[in-house]
Nanobody
Framework: VQLVESGGGLVQPGGSLRLSCAASGFTFSWYPMNWYRQAPGKERELVAGISRAGGATNYTDSVKGRFTISRDNSKNTVYLQMNSLIPEDTAVYYC???????WGQGTQVTVSS
């Protein structure tokens, strides 16, 4: 199993980023996928999830209306479009395949002026 996150960076408040997670080593389309984040000194939290075919999504309240999770099963990739970013979104972001106990290296998102 391998999950490689990318797309993070430094962005000003109100800006946007699109995270990508390339998956390999398992049958991607069989698994719901999640994005988590972990801010310094805080526990890892679930940000968004998407069903196997992409027809159902869910979000934590703090990102509803700002973040959009999507997936492309033909590319074994899951995305997280993040708009209207605020400093509280600063964290390392990780993708995860439901039921698989594996974490990639994550990608750092920093929202600061």
């Amino acid at each position: 199993v391998q999950l490689v996150e990318s797309g993070g960076g430094l962005v000003q408040p109100g800006g946007s980023l699109r995270l990508s997670c390339a998956a390999s080593g398992f049958t991607f389309s069989w698994y719901p996928m999640n994005w988590y984040r972990q801010a310094p000194g805080k526990e890892r939290e679930l940000v968004a999830g998407i069903s196997r075919a992409g027809g159902a999504t869910n979000y934590t309240d703090s990102v509803k209306g700002r973040f959009t999770i999507s997936r492309d099963n033909s590319k074994n990739t899951v995305y997280l479009q993040m708009n209207s970013l605020i400093p509280e979104d600063t964290a390392v972001y990780y993708c995860q395949a439901q039921w698989i106990d594996y974490w990639g290296q994550g990608t750092q998102v920093t929202v600061s002026s």
